[in-house]
């Protein structure tokens, strides 16, 4: 590769923006730190909420895991945007969409895997009742 | 040619996709439409975040697994006879601030300032050793009181997601000595900064992994 191919490589290179990279608006230090430490500043806060969900009385039992995944999904978004800065800028898109061909996939999964699991547990019997069939 | 470029300014479409923000400036076209291919950078970050779909894919089979098998613990211990929900917290603290001085290592990059890159690296990756240290422990005192993988479906599932989990911040941190090396040997060049990208992609994606984890097995574990 030319030197002439290498430095206009390297130009374009800081031009351009993909998934991890900031905004040129916020280019400057300072702007780009407080970004950062509203991320952190809101995961933490996600984070100790989640710990004080598990023992509180405030949420009725049996909604707790509830509760516990809706703060992790809050978390992974604040993630998201303020680590990774998954933006719907044009030159985002493509990551955008292969993220939401993740999610997809993702979703399909583990959604699928408790939904056929759980419908086999219920019409497995139980070594109780096999025991009852026998004569 | 730097002609040519310079009566594209003007009337460039506001509305066509890809290569934002470059409006102001006059471009080079290289015959794949008016701004050029995309750049090295965003084709190196897009390629790596296929990849990294497809480890969250990955990952999303031993979450299910082990969302299947938790309740599958064979008469032997559960989850809450295991987790200690403050050991949990120290190292999800130990990896959301490994998270917040790789984003910190950017900022420095993006100022070219060599001292604060090498600094925040390497507090990126203690803190990722910190939480191996503790990680390891935990394993390790499990498996001394019976509670190994081969216990139960449930201790299975859990080693496999957990330990798969740990297996990918090892890399990381080998990754991050790697980078900090070859700063040293080879300064801010393009293709060192283009590493640099995927390596926060990949530190900031096991967070979002290790999220997922303390609150699916440990918390809800810890629930049950």
């Not at chain 1, 430490?37 to 509830?66: D, M, N, R």
């Not at chain 2, 076209?29 to 894919?57: C, N, Q």
């Amino acid at each position: 590769m030319t030197d002439r191919h290498q430095t206009r490589d390297a130009r374009r290179d800081e031009d351009d923006l993909a998934p991890g990279i900031a905004e040129p608006a916020e280019s400057r230090t300072g702007v780009a730190i407080a970004g950062y430490l509203v991320g952190l500043a809101l995961s933490i806060v996600l984070t100790v909420a989640s710990f004080y969900t598990l023992g509180t009385p405030l949420v009725w039992h049996e909604a707790i895991p509830i509760a516990l995944v809706v703060l992790a999904i809050a978390q992974i978004g604040v993630h998201l945007v303020f680590f990774l800065h998954m933006t719907t800028a044009p030159d985002n898109t493509n990551n955008a969409l292969a993220l939401a061909f993740g999610v997809l996939i993702v979703i399909l999964i583990i959604a699928g895997s408790l939904w056929i699991m759980d419908h086999l547990n219920h019409n497995m019997l139980t070594m109780h009742q096999v025991m009852r069939t026998q004569p | 040619m730097s002609a040519n470029a310079a009566t594209f300014v003007g009337d460039a479409d506001p509305y066509r996709i890809g290569r934002a923000h470059a409006e102001a400036r006059p471009r080079d076209a290289t015959g794949h439409g008016e701004g050029g291919p995309a750049s090295k950078r965003v084709i190196i970050g897009y390629g790596f975040w296929i990849f990294l779909m497809s480890d969250i894919v990955m990952f999303s089979c031993f979450f299910a697994a082990h969302a299947v098998l938790q309740t599958a613990t064979a008469g032997g211990p559960a989850g809450r006879d295991l987790f200690d929900p403050h050991r949990v917290a120290v190292e999800t603290a130990c990896l959301l601030l490994s998270s917040f001085t790789c984003g910190m290592s950017a900022v420095a990059t993006r100022a070219r300032n060599a001292l604060w890159t090498q600094v925040s690296l390497l507090v990126t990756g203690l803190l990722g050793l910190a939480f191996l240290f503790l990680e390891g422990s935990d394993f390790t005192s499990m498996i001394a009181h019976g509670a190994g993988p081969q216990r139960s479906a449930f201790l299975s599932s859990f080693f496999a997601l957990v330990g798969c989990h740990g297996l990918h911040v090892s890399a990381g941190v080998l990754w991050i000595g790697t980078m900090m090396a070859q700063l040293v040997v080879k300064g801010f060049r393009a293709d060192i900064l283009r590493r640099l990208l995927c390596f926060r992609l990949f530190w900031h994606t096991l967070d979002i992994i290790w999220v997922a984890i303390f609150t699916v097995v440990y918390l809800i574990g810890l629930g049950r």
